[in-house]
């Protein structure tokens, strides 16, 4: 479904993934895991089409079709979906408004049920949907907006930007159901990134990818993190560039 | 003629006779060009809604007719400049509210042409009022007397030609002033002067402007903080394209026997063309201690990060920054507002 090719990307006229090839199939959830500086953020602006992440070699394909020079709503409209780091607060859009006109849902009744069902299981009050958009919201607050979105969405492929950081262990248990559920119900493909191993106690990935300077440099399966977790990113940067 | 206003006009029209127009030198009028003004006071028309029993709901000089001694009371000529000395000169139309103690109101008024307005709250009384002008008049005006505990919630749309507004509240000991400006007309200049004389008074002034072409708003919003423990918030937001520009000034005088004082000022401008130009001026006169008092200003385009957040739910990027702009007025307007501000302009 997503087929990464020898992807290079730059900001402010700086590389920062320097060749970089992934592929995700359906219902898959990868992860993927490096230190800060790694390039982690940048791979997923560049995924969604952040203009200010220009791809300068290679290529991102959805579905066999290259997406690389597609706005970032045409991405979305394809069943690409980004939830931020830090979500952006739009003041004055409700929350619920908001979710009904990406979903394009005519159905009301359909859209009142989807998102209502939705809310209660990621442990959210009916009163979320009449705030603004992630306006005052808490972090922990703005995570479980993302991935109410993402499952009002219901994407075919969803990159979660470092979605549990910032969560204490209640929330990112909702959290990570909510990914499972989604993953599950929708048959999305995932791609996790993340700086921490806790999320993976709730996750449990297909494949893990460890990044470092902008490729990656290690893929194994779940049992990658636990030799992560015992030596560190140091023993990645020692013993990196191996497949 | 009645007396009171043959005096209050021919003392105005001296004065006005007397006085140049401002210059641009002079700091209040630094970003505002004043050309092409014809003194000329026009034809005036006002529409008001009915009024329960025991409000006053008048045109001003049956007012100055039947209820003068009130009249005489309350209002104040303040003369600051050559168009509100024009102003009160060319008196001839207006409106007159009296809101007895206890007593509430829910009243509407259209005015076409210019006018001016005195309103009058008596103890513990309650008002919600919104007025809307639209035509040629060059200028018009409010005054406010909110008696003690007294509540007062005004919407002021603004849709005129070239039109000079003036806007003036005194509020006694813990009433409270909910006002809403709406300007979106072709050159709007307002100035607003709030005075918290009560303790334990409060205002809460938002002015919501809207500017395209070569449109230019300015407002000039003063609060005096007389009374102890009196609190005051004033905002600013507005929203610019083309060639337009604005001015937003808020002055905030907290007066020495004005103790624990509460006000805070903030403008935000929201830039639809590379050609439009906002000024903020905040300025802060504080003549005591134990008070707070903060100020802040943001000028900006539609933030790009806001759009690629927006887009990356599928929204195009004309639907995103409609949404932007659309929730830019959100946090302050009612649903009359709502129609005015995110109308076809």
Known sequence: MLEIRDLHVETNGKEIIKGLDLEIKKGEIHVLMGPNGSGKSTLSYALMGHPKYKITRGDVLFEGESVKDLSPDKRSKLGIFLSFQYPMEVQGVQLSNFIRLATDNKNFQEFREDLSNNMSMLKMDKSFGQRYLNDGFSGGEKKRGEILQMAMLKPKLAILDETDSGLDIDALKTVAEGINTVNKNVNSGILLITHYQRILKFVKPDYVHIISDGKIVQTGGADLVDKLEEEGYEWVSKNGHKK | ?345
């Open chain 2, 1 to 345: 003629m009645l007396p009171l206003l043959s005096k209050i006009r021919e003392e105005s029209m001296n004065k006005f006779l007397g006085m140049n127009l401002p210059q641009e030198r002079e700091e209040d009028w630094r970003y505002t060009t004043i050309d092409n003004i014809e003194f000329t006071a026009g034809d005036s028309e006002i529409m008001m809604s009915d009024a329960p029993e025991g409000v006053i709901f008048t045109d001003i000089l049956t007012a100055m007719k039947e209820h003068s001694s009130m009249i005489e009371k309350h209002m104040k000529v303040k003369i600051m400049d050559k168009f509100s000395a024009f102003h009160y000169a060319n008196l001839v139309n207006g409106i007159f509210i009296h809101i007895p103690d206890e007593k509430s109101a829910e009243l509407s008024s259209v005015i076409n042409g210019a006018s001016h307005t005195v309103i009058v709250l008596g103890k513990n009384s309650k008002l919600k009022y919104t007025e809307e002008y639209s035509g040629t008049g060059l200028t018009d005006g409010v005054e406010i007397f909110a008696g003690e505990d007294s509540e007062v919630n005004l919407t002021s749309v603004h849709n005129s030609k070239k039109t000079f507004s003036f806007k003036h509240a005194a509020l006694e000991r813990s009433a409270k002033l909910d006002w809403t400006v709406a300007s979106v007309g072709e050159f709007h200049r307002t100035r607003m002067d709030i005075d918290l004389c009560g303790e334990a008074a409060s205002s809460d002034i938002k002015c919501a402007f809207k500017g395209r072409n070569e449109q230019h708003k300015d407002f000039l919003v003063t609060t005096n903080h007389i009374g102890r423990d009196t609190q005051s918030n004033v905002l600013g937001k507005g929203i610019l394209d083309d060639r337009s520009t604005s001015v937003f000034r808020g002055m905030i005088n907290i007066a020495k026997t004005a103790q624990r004082t509460d006000a805070y000022l903030s403008s935000n401008t929201l830039l639809l063309s590379e050609e439009a130009r906002a000024n903020s001026v905040p300025s802060l006169v504080i003549d005591t201690d134990d008070v707070k008092a903060k100020h802040g200003a943001t000028t900006g385009q539609i933030d790009e990060e806001q759009l690629f957040y927006l887009q990356s739910r599928g929204l195009s990027e004309a639907q995103a920054e409609e949404f932007i702009v659309q929730g830019f007025f959100e946090p302050i307007v009612n649903d009359k507002l709502r129609g005015v501000l995110n109308g076809s302009t």
